[in-house]
């Protein structure tokens, strides 16, 4: 089986620094998979007429039997359509389109999980200038305020009352003008912590909480006070995982949820989630699992050597 994920950050020209792709790159062939990263600067997407549909540094390649973006929150436009050109000749992509282009945007995630019946915090989709008043009466202070495309906590902040909002908001218009942020109501009985759940096609494979002693924010390294620990899986809350990421429209994501007063809320939903947090609070190897429900949606041509035998 040959994949490839397509993945942005270098560090001195080795993309393996991620611990997740370093994971899949490691266990690759073991897995039987041969596995290529690839950053999509290296791509050409090309429509039509004859010739390769897709060059990579410059050269036709055969296509791979599956492609895993990996670009989460930082999928640009050239990114999108990379993940649609694959599709579109047939290839596998875990996860697709249309559910990494949910997930990369806050309020669409917020919408398609309301839309579904899914408790979510109450959210506004602020327009500048930003109206304090109206966020007062519709969200209520505290209230957290976030980049629709963020990731590890980095765009996500606390507004303690109307006069820091707005001075926030003073500052952000300055700096960058029309920039897309939500208003979310602050649930306060889940402050310092949330739940990871990794959900792996049909199957909810762990969950981890996650707890920070120094922020509101519970997605903190290790070496910023963030910890972490096994957290049981019951039927109701693999059930809601599962609901979660269909509504997405993911195969594969590493859901957030708050503890709420009455029950779980959906903090976000990534489609390229970190493997650490489940790796190391549950004692799985994701790699396989990943390379196993790959290799499973492919069908019978692509068993490994061992098993045809
Ligand atoms: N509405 C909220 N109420 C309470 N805590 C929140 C809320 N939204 C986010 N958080 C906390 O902030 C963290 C980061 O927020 P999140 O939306 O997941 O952004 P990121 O994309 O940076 O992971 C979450 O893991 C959670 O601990
Ligand atoms: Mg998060």
Known sequence: MTGWILYIDRVKNSPHVNYSVRRMVESAQDNGV??????????????GGPGAAVLV???PEALPDFVMPRLGSRTSPFGMAAIRHFEGLGVCCVN???????????MATMQVLAAA?????????LKFPADAELVERAIGFPAVVKLLSGSQGSGVLLAKEKKEFADIMGLVEGVRPGANLLAQQFVASSSGTDLRVMVVGRKAV???RRSSSSSFKANLS??????????????????????ITRAVGLEVAGIDLLFGPEGFLVCEVNSSPGFRVIELSAGLDLPQILFDHIRQSLGP??????EHA
């Open 117 to 125: 019946g899914i408790a979510v915090p109450r959210s506004l989709l």
């Open 222 to 243: 290790q070496g910023e006070g963030g910890q972490v620990e096994a957290y049981p899986l019951d039927p109701a809350l693999e059930e809601l995982a599962l609901r």
């Open 206 to 208: 762990a969950a981890a």
């Open 34 to 47: 041969n596995l290529r990263v690839i950053h999509p600067d290296q791509l050409e997407l090309v429509v």
């Open 57 to 59: 540094d410059g050269k």
């Open 96 to 106: 697709g389109s249309a559910g990494v282009a949910v997930a990369k945007d806050k």
């Open 301 to 306: 041509a692509h068993k490994t050597g061992a």
